[in-house]
């Protein structure tokens, strides 16, 4: 069996990959990802604003000093969402190419970031979501029927960052960086100038030994004609001239 090669197994991989629609495929990663983030963006945003204000739901009362606060504090929050699914994709990438410095530093700010949103998350909702009854049920179970956190608020709290660690590491083989394209294409071109470069000189090289060849030939020539007198004007071994060689032997050529 004829051994396949490394293009071809990325070929077959994504193609089982690929189980979805391509539709279902352009709008989770063009929209529903979208969303994604600004809902870990609204999440980190709020932590990162609340305190700086007494109630940051009157705008009102806040004074500008404050109003500017909350405004540079929650688009600092907004900008760790992004941050923290870019570590999940670096991450991913890195354990892929076994580089595990750079996967484990990664990995490292995902799962703080991923901490901080779930704080966020279960400090926001806890104040509002009441227990439902299967979180009674739960609760009961588990023998802790006063919880102040509902088993629901957990699992929502968990959502998002479970959300961005496993889409990072989901989606690594599909997705290539604009400095992974970069890198790509200055290695085609450098391929493409090293063929180019071998090519000419190549061509050169022929068009050397060919010269050398027809100069050789046609000094092979000449001298093999010169050794059986027949170049015009050729000398013989005393000195004279071909004619004058053959004028007494009545070989002389007429006018």
């Not at 539709?23 to 700086?52: C, H, K, P, R």
């Not at 670096?90 to 595990?100: L, N, P, S, T, Y």
């Not at 704080?119 to 609760?139: F, I, K, Q």
């Not at 022929?206 to 000094?219: D, E, F, K």
């Amino acid at each position: 069996m004829a051994q396949r090669t490394q293009a071809e197994l990325v070929a077959a991989q994504r193609a089982v990959d690929h189980t979805l629609p391509r539709w279902v495929n352009f709008i989770q990663d063009n929209l529903f990802l979208s969303f994604l983030i600004l809902a870990e963006a609204y999440l980190l945003g709020t932590l990162m604003a609340l305190g700086w204000v007494p109630d940051i739901e009157a705008p009102s009362h806040w004074d500008t000093y404050h109003a500017v606060g909350v405004i540079l504090f929650f688009s600092a929050g907004a900008m760790a969402a992004g941050v923290a699914l870019r570590c999940s994709v670096k991450a991913a990438g890195c354990f892929q190419r076994r580089e595990w410095g750079f996967a484990l530093f990664n990995f490292t700010g995902l799962l703080l970031f991923s901490g901080a949103e779930i704080w966020a998350s279960l400090s926001e909702r806890s104040a509002n979501l009441r227990p439902t009854p299967a979180d009674g049920a739960v609760l009961s179970l588990l023998g802790l029927h006063s919880s102040p956190i509902s088993p629901t608020v957990v699992v929502v709290a968990l959502l998002l960052p479970f959300a961005t660690l496993y889409y990072g590491f989901s989606q690594q083989q599909d997705r290539e960086t604009e400095e992974d394209r970069a890198q790509k294409a200055a290695a085609e071109d450098f391929a493409l100038e090293r063929k180019l470069a071998r090519a000419e000189a190549q061509a050169r090289l022929r068009q050397v030994q060919v010269a050398g060849l027809a100069s050789a030939a046609r000094a092979g020539a000449q001298a093999w004609q010169a050794a059986r007198g027949t170049v015009p004007g050729a000398a013989t071994a005393d000195g004279t001239d071909e004619e004058e060689a053959r004028r007494p032997l009545g070989l002389s050529r007429r006018a």
